[in-house]
């Protein structure tokens, strides 16, 4: 089923979303990384359900137990084993699709595959899945903060509700619940939210990554360029619909002079005048800071009644009860932070061979 990601840091998640437990083993991680239990869970937290009345009324604590792979608080270098377990599984809210195909949702297309499903909740194709991606993803942050790599992550907008560039307020993303960079827009998303449940309805937006502090040179420049890689990553996201980098789908509007980011010299190094191609030229990071969105569907759980068919060929009606999210951007958010980190860190660990110089460095 292709569970696992990555060539040199890789991750394999497992579980289901009314099974036992979810959970994620990682296997490259180099051995003595400080690590424990809390700073996976600082990652889980910013995911699990409950947090606001705009998430699923789902009780979760998302408790992570760490299983094997460290000792004294740092890693060993063999696989990192990482359980959360399930505790509020209701899948009697899920009696009623059984047999009859979600619009929006993998129902119809795992039945073809597969032959049957998992109808209480998706199964691996649910959201829940995303637990061991943030799991691995945060393990990913970990290193890459001692590299002096940081990541900045959050909702660019929700619905129509937009933040431009020039409003970014970093510091203001964990104030509010939404995670967007401005409590100001954060407000009008909000509001826009209630009438979306007013109305049983839902809506989705657009989440932004910015990466800073990563080196000239990561990525190939042919099928396993940077941008190539990370955009494998975010769309393995069930929600994401398109990916964009730098100035995206907007680039096929401007004239080469427009679109060019400009070099000049500064204190001894390559600088660009501007960023419109996202830190990223000919598939390989050029040192400017990496700038990715990905735009989320709507939630295709809604309370509507809803034109569908059932297993058996049968036009019905349906309406889906249960706990759902208006909105799934704010808890995606992490995740695609966490599946940019798996990448990067992948990836930096392939370019250690690029050069004789980097492997005389180390041996």
């Not at 889980?44 to 009780?59: A, E, M």
């Not at 899945?129 to 993803?137: L, P, Q, S």
């Not at 509007?253 to 204190?267: A, K, L, T, V, Y």
């Not at 990905?294 to 058996?312: F, G, M, R």
Request: with cysteine.
């Amino acid at each position: 089923m292709s569970s696992t990601f990555g060539d040199r840091f890789r991750i394999t998640t497992w579980g289901e979303s009314h099974g036992a437990a979810i959970g994620a083993v990682i296997d490259g991680c180099p051995a003595g990384l400080s690590l424990d239990e809390a700073d996976i869970q600082a990652f889980l937290d910013r995911r699990k359900p409950g947090q606001s009345r705009f998430t699923t009324k789902r009780q979760e604590s998302d408790r992570v137990e760490i299983l094997s792979g460290t000792f004294e608080g740092r890693t060993t270098g063999t696989p990192i084993s990482l359980l959360i377990r399930n505790q509020d599984q209701r899948s009697r809210d899920y009696g009623n699709i059984a047999s009859v195909y979600r619009p929006g949702h993998a129902d119809y297309t795992y039945t073809q595959k597969y032959g049957f499903r998992d109808y209480r909740g998706g199964g691996r194709s649910s959201g829940r899945e995303t637990i061991g991606r943030v799991a691995g993803g945060a393990i990913a942050s970990h290193i890459l903060k001692e590299l002096g790599i940081e990541l900045t992550t959050f909702a660019k907008a929700i619905g129509p509700v937009e933040v431009p560039e020039e409003e970014y307020r970093p510091e203001e993303i964990f104030q509010n619940k939404l995670y967007m960079p401005s409590n100001q827009r954060a407000a009008e998303a909000a509001a826009f939210l209630e009438s979306m449940m007013k109305n049983l309805d839902s809506c989705g937006g657009v989440i932004e990554c910015r990466v800073t502090g990563l080196p000239a040179g990561i990525g190939e420049p042919v099928f396993d360029k940077l941008d190539a890689c990370l955009a494998k990553a975010i769309l393995s996201i069930g929600a994401v619909k398109a990916v964009e980098f730098g100035d995206g789908v907007e680039a096929a509007r401007r004239d080469g002079s427009q679109n060019n980011d400009p070099f000049f010299m500064e204190n001894g190094s390559v600088r660009k005048k501007t960023n419109h191609a996202g830190g990223v030229l000919g598939g390989m990071s050029d040192g400017d800071t990496l700038i990715l969105r990905a735009a989320v569907k709507p939630t295709p759980s809604i309370a509507q009644p809803q034109q569908t068919v059932t297993e058996n060929g049968e036009d019905t009606e349906l309406v889906i009860h249960g706990r759902h999210d208006p909105v799934i951007v704010p808890r995606a958010v992490v995740v695609v932070e966490s599946m940019t980190a798996l990448t990067l860190v992948d990836l930096l660990l392939l370019n250690m061979g690029s050069r004789m110089e980097h492997l005389k460095k180390i041996y």
